[in-house]
């Protein structure tokens, strides 16, 4: 009985590291951040992530924040056009029919 309470302190003496590690890593990262330079797209990979050079690319091989930012916009631009077409198809069918 003992021995399966220490297993279970030990459990949860090992979560309890890992999660202050987590924390800690991620405070130094936020103190202590990398610099990321904007580059343009080399591999079929970044191509396809930047939708041919359209948004930016960090260094990191992410998309930065602006172009994060404008591939947002185009996907709600895109959204939006659909939507509205599919309200105008809606309302011709109902138009016509009846």
Do not use: C, W
Not at 8 to 29: C, F, L, N, S, T
Not at 65 to 76: A, D, F, I, Q, V
Request: no cysteine; glycine share 4%.
């Amino acid at each position: 009985m003992s021995e399966e309470l220490s297993r279970r302190a030990a459990k949860k003496a090992q979560k309890q590291r890992e999660k202050e590690r987590i924390r800690v890593e991620k405070a130094y990262a936020k103190a202590h951040p990398t610099p990321i330079t904007v580059v343009s797209p080399e591999t079929r990979e970044e191509m396809r992530l930047t939708r041919k050079g359209r948004y930016e690319l960090g260094s990191d091989g992410k998309l930065t924040p602006n172009g994060k930012s404008k591939r947002l916009t185009h996907r709600y631009n895109v959204t939006i056009i659909i939507l509205l077409l599919l309200i105008i198809a809606t309302y011709a069918y109902f138009f016509f029919v009846h």
